[in-house]
């Protein structure tokens, strides 16, 4: 088990507090087919995902040992992992990809939990499931997102330490902001320089690099990088998911290139101060809307159309729950989520602010290194 | 427009032929809610995808123009695109993820067409779906996978483009493994310095990148890498996903470090033959189970826990046809495809080679640069 990201006793302990939570909610099984509760459960990890020809399916038994439903393909890494019970089929198929192994092993239940609720989706195609439903009809499909939910928004100490390992690697990159950016390097060259960066930092990969530039503030905040060149007085953000083993980091640095104006120092300082709001409170039992309210009230807005000050964070980029005024999700010690206030600074011009941190009793503790208090200003 | 990957006009030749479709098969409006799908008919290209949170809806109309209802979040970027009628909602929310809107916009129509089949899957939770039938209850809801799959299958001058920058990419920084890979390195500082190396190059991103290594070839292909040292005798393979623009490349290369055993260089030759068979015949009418059938009969086998021999390539890693024994899709000009035979050594010992082609009426163009006919040693 040595290519593993985590002991085998990581997996016992996740898969025993599952099947507790299935009993407790009368579930016989819980079927599962997308990519972040497939590996998270099993420890199967593989970029191959990003294939869409062939579902991987795994059972897990509200008493007994998961059974993993996979292509051939992925047997060979499937047996590296703690999954004994593997069934596989010749992938692509002309027809049956994986249907009748799967319907074989969940007849025998009575009530089926499925993920159908809330940033959940379905990795298989549609017509797969109404085929499914019919070759086991005598089962009743239940949803259960709430309780994998749960579970996965609190972290186990090794998550926190992969977490904390990808939250130090971009916050050093970060470090090097002043070398790595200046007025006349394109959009598309920083972003190609920071990438570069991690990975000799040692992240695995930078899934996630958005970002934004422009005089005073940029448009939005999800756009892939164009040729524009940074001139002075833009303010450059860069915002990463950049992973190590699999999970993720969140956040990212605002910098005025050559001088900044007096509103986006403004901004900035606002948005820094909102943070540490939030960072004062941050507790167990905490809820995440008051979380949001404190952050929104020290901005004196909640006007944004990022629609929420931050969210949970792991195998996934985003995960539940989310810092806005409706999720009474209380904080508990092991969550770890991001602190992500954004401002209006003017229409069509917008400043963004994020941390990435862990909830513990007692303070939180901070896995990016907190940002400066005031915009710094590089490469004029 | 100019931040775009793409001319309007190139939108509008995809959506004038899918509407000819869509009205051929009686078809009031298609239903996307995928990031590829998305991504075709609008140019939306945004990285946020990976965030599971928010959905993202675009309706296109037999007649008319396209409809994106997105959260509000993406808004500013879907302006830049060619879609004038975008709807928004403040996202996420409590309730009503943009189900009121889409329902709104979809009601209208008698026979909704949604991607169902082979290869597709929801992006929406499954309850939304289940929801959005109900308020559409005087809908029909009708698979038409084949459309969109038959579409997208052939690709536009401006698309092959695309693909022939991020092969050449690729090509040239595989062309460097004899500086870049060597004996003594782990697995993962090869990924590592490869994936730097492409970024360097021109690549946007490297999404996907697998491989192997061991005595006289490797046990599966869509590993993560390990701290294992690269050893004398090793084969290492390196198959790789980059992208430009949105555009992935696919495919791999075979090297023996130090020196290579006698049935490693009789796999790679027979590999690499059987590849050239397939280039002999890839022409417009030639069928998908054709090419394969004449790369299995080169090779003298025909199983691998691959399960095909190649497949399409676009927008997506892999994307349809697939070169399969009961895939008939017969190729056409403009079809862009990876050629991939695999060959088991031994027990758990496999080798996979694999090219990157386009169709035209004549032979067919290699984006990538062909692989040496005997295997590379490096680095010993």
């Known amino acids: 088990m040595t290519d593993q990201d985590f002991p085998v006793s990581e997996f016992q302990a996740r898969l025993e507090r599952l099947q507790s939570a299935l009993r407790d909610a009368k579930i016989d099984a819980l079927f599962l087919n997308t990519e972040a509760e497939v590996r998270?459960?099993?420890?199967?990890?593989?970029?191959?995902?990003?294939?869409?020809?062939?579902?991987?399916?795994l059972v897990l038994p509200a008493k007994g040992e998961p059974v993993a439903i996979i292509p051939e393909i992925g047997a060979d890494l499937m047996r590296k992992t703690w999954v004994k019970d593997i069934r596989t089929w010749p992938s692509p198929r002309a027809s049956d990809e994986g249907l009748s192994l799967l319907a074989g092993c969940l007849n025998k239940y009575a009530r089926i939990g499925i993920l159908s609720g809330r940033e959940t989706h379905l990795r298989l195609p549609l017509s797969d499931f109404g085929e499914l439903k019919e070759r086991c009809r005598g089962c009743e499909f239940v949803d259960v997102s709430?309780?994998?939910?749960?579970?996965?928004?609190?972290?186990?100490?090794?998550?926190?330490?992969?977490?904390?390992?990808?939250?130090?690697?971009?916050?050093?990159?970060?470090?090097?902001s002043d070398t790595l950016f200046h007025e006349g390097q394109t959009l598309k060259q920083a972003f190609a320089v920071f990438r570069i960066d991690l990975i000799s930092e040692g992240a695995d990969d930078v899934p996630y690099l958005v970002g934004g530039a422009g005089p005073g503030g940029y448009g939005d905040v999800i756009s892939p990088p164009t040729d524009r060149r940074l001139a002075n007085g833009d303010i450059l953000m860069l915002d990463t998911g950049a992973t190590r083993d699999g999970y993720f980091c969140d956040f990212d640095r605002n910098f005025a290139v050559g001088h900044a104006d007096d509103d986006a120092k403004r901004a900035y300082s606002a948005l820094h101060s909102s943070i540490d709001t939030a960072l004062a409170i941050a507790r167990p039992g905490v809820t995440c809307s008051e979380l949001f309210k404190v952050m929104a009230t020290c901005l004196g807005s909640a006007d944004s159309s990022v629609g929420r000050f931050g969210h949970g964070l792991g195998i996934q980029l985003t995960e539940p729950p989310s810092l806005i005024d409706f999720d009474e999700t209380a904080l508990q010690a092991g969550m770890v989520i991001?602190?992500?206030?954004?401002?209006?600074?003017a229409p069509g011009k917008m400043m963004v602010h994020e941390e990435n941190i862990v909830i513990e009793d007692g303070p939180p503790r901070l896995l990016s290194t907190r940002a400066e208090p005031e915009l710094p200003v590089i490469g004029g």
Chains 1, 2 share one sequence.
């Open 40 to 57: 998270y459960y099993t420890g199967f990890r593989t970029l191959f995902w990003q294939s869409p020809t062939r579902p991987w399916y």
């Open 146 to 176: 709430d309780i994998v939910r749960t579970q996965r928004m609190t972290k186990s100490a090794l998550e926190i330490e992969k977490l904390a390992t990808i939250c130090g690697i971009a916050s050093r990159s970060f470090e090097r």
């Open 338 to 345: 991001t602190l992500e206030p954004s401002l209006e600074i």
